[in-house]
């Protein structure tokens, strides 16, 4: 079940310029980090926990390649 979402995220960071391994290891950070997220949130009952993770993630912002 997980590996699917991480080889879906995988792929999608193949597609956007990433060399397969390193598309690979981004997606798996990724996926660490929602499953932390979503530990939390639901330990604190906070979904804003879920909110903020794009941007503690990519503090500077998100750009077009």
């Known amino acids: ?3 699917e979402w991480i080889a879906a995220m995988a792929g999608h960071g193949q ?5 397969p391994d390193a598309a690979r290891a ?3 950070q ?3 980090l929602m499953q ?8 604190q009952a906070d979904s804003d926990v879920m909110r903020d993770l794009a941007r503690r993630m990519y503090p500077a912002g998100l ?3």
């Open 1 to 3: 079940y997980f590996e």
């Open 15 to 19: 597609r956007l310029g990433l060399a």
């Open 26 to 28: 981004e997606a798996e």
């Open 30 to 32: 990724v996926f660490h």
């Open 36 to 43: 932390g997220a979503w530990t939390l949130a639901r330990a």
């Open 63 to 65: 750009t077009a390649a």
